[in-house]
Structure formats: C-alpha cells, structure tokens
C-alpha cells in the first residue's frame, strides 16, 4: 500500500485533478448585464470612493481578472459576485432600494464599512486600491447614507 502512494504519483494525481476541475465552466456566469438603475449620488467623491472599493462585486460593471476564468479561484469569485450583486447592486439601485430587509440599506452600509468586513480582506489583498483608510470609510459612510436618504 505505501509504494502506491509515492510523492510523484500524488503529484500527478493533483496535477491531473487541477486540470478536470477546470472542465467546471464557473465562468459562464462571468457576465456584466446591462445597468438598470443607479443612485444620485451625493458627490462625485462618494461615487469614486463606491467605485473604488465596491464596483467588483456589487455593480454590472465587474473587472473579471484572468484568475477569474481559472479553477478553483473562479468558483469563488464568480460565487462572491453573485452575491454581492444579490445583496447590492448599485447599477440596479431601485431593485438594492426595494430589497431593504430587517435594517436600511445604509444601515447595513455602515455596518459592513465600519466592521471591516466590506471590502473583505481576502479581495484587498489582491486589489490593494480597494482598501480605505479609517478617514475614507466615514466619508463612504457618511455620503451613501446621504446617497440613499435622497433615493
């Protein structure tokens, strides 16, 4: 039994499974639709700050990265996208409005913003433009609960 599990052929093995999984086309659902709606925004530094930070997974305007098309990391990031677009979609605002649940949407905004947990920290390692500074979150904070009280 042991010289069947020899590191090369475990190594094969990987290798092998690395390029079925990649048979699974997650990137089928890499796709921009057209936008819908979007805010009135309460200034153009709010907009850029939004676009900035939050425009990869909550908007139909995704930047899909080559790694986006390769598996397993295309699983994840086609699944992040989804929900973030689930959640909120900025270029389909009226549908993010309606959505509201149990807290405001800017609400939820300052919650995620201010927790840390948007953009989440596995994506700002990759895209270092992304992180705010503590002065850029409150100002992201600040302008969408203006942007969403002016609907």
Same mark, same amino acid.
């Given at each position: 039994m042991r010289t069947w599990l020899?590191? &090369?052929?475990?190594?094969?093995? %990987?290798?092998?499974?690395?390029?079925?999984?990649q048979l699974v *086309? $997650?990137?089928?659902w890499n796709t921009n639709?057209?936008?819908? $709606?979007?805010?009135?925004?309460?200034? *153009?530094?709010?907009? %850029?700050?939004?676009?900035? %930070?939050?425009? /990869?997974?909550?908007s139909n305007q995704t930047t899909w990265p080559w790694y986006s098309y390769v598996a397993p990391a295309s699983?994840?990031?086609?699944? /992040?996208?989804i929900s973030g677009r689930r959640h909120l979609n900025f270029d389909?605002?009226?549908?993010?409005? %309606? &959505?509201?649940?149990?807290?405001?949407?800017?609400?939820q905004i300052q919650r995620e913003v201010s927790r840390g947990e948007m953009p989440p920290s596995y994506f700002t390692l990759l895209h270092p433009n992304a992180a705010l500074t503590d002065a850029e979150k409150q100002q992201l904070i600040d302008g969408m609960a203006k942007t969403v009280q002016a609907k």
């Open positions: 020899t590191p &090369r052929r475990l190594l094969s093995g %990987a290798l092998i499974l690395l390029v079925l999984i *086309p $997650s990137w089928l639709p057209a936008v819908v $709606s979007q805010p009135t925004w309460d200034s *153009p530094q709010t907009q %850029a700050l939004v676009q900035r %930070a939050c425009f /990869d997974c909550h699983w994840l990031i086609t699944r /992040d996208v389909d605002w009226q549908s993010s409005l %309606a &959505r509201q649940d149990r807290f405001p949407l800017d609400q």
